[in-house]
């Protein structure tokens, strides 16, 4: 399934997210890192919480680089998406994703 990948207005900051450029769904904003609870699958927009996902930690994979770890505050389902640093338009910003190792006990 092909995903969505539009822009959006981020619920918790309120920053104007634009869209990745690099193939994959952008899913989380990149200023606060805080999501919405919409996918089932990455990107396609079936669940019907939506409830703000809020980032709780960070973790390191190999193959796919920093994730992001977040938690719905509406009915706790946790998740993980992987950060946006190589985006040219619109990157994560680095400064948000070290405070959020730091939280989450990251070296």
């Given at each position: 399934?092909?995903?969505?990948?539009?822009a959006f207005t981020c619920a918790h900051c309120g920053a104007e997210v634009r869209p990745l450029r690099n193939g994959s769904v952008r899913n989380h904003?990149?200023?606060?890192?805080?999501?919405?609870?919409?996918d089932i699958q990455p990107?396609?927009?079936?669940?019907?919480?939506h409830g703000v996902m809020v980032p709780v930690g960070l973790d390191q994979s190999g193959k796919k680089?920093?994730?992001?770890?977040?938690?719905c505050?509406?009915?706790?389902?946790?998740?993980?998406?992987?950060?946006?640093?190589?985006d040219p338009?619109?990157?994560d910003d680095w400064d948000a994703l070290v405070a959020l190792s730091r939280r989450s006990g990251q070296p």
């Open positions: 399934m092909q995903g969505t990948n539009n904003c990149p200023v606060c890192l805080h999501s919405l609870h919409v990107g396609d927009r079936a669940c019907t919480c680089g920093w994730m992001i770890l977040h938690r505050s509406k009915c706790g389902f946790e998740g993980r998406n992987r950060a946006a640093l190589d338009d619109q990157p």
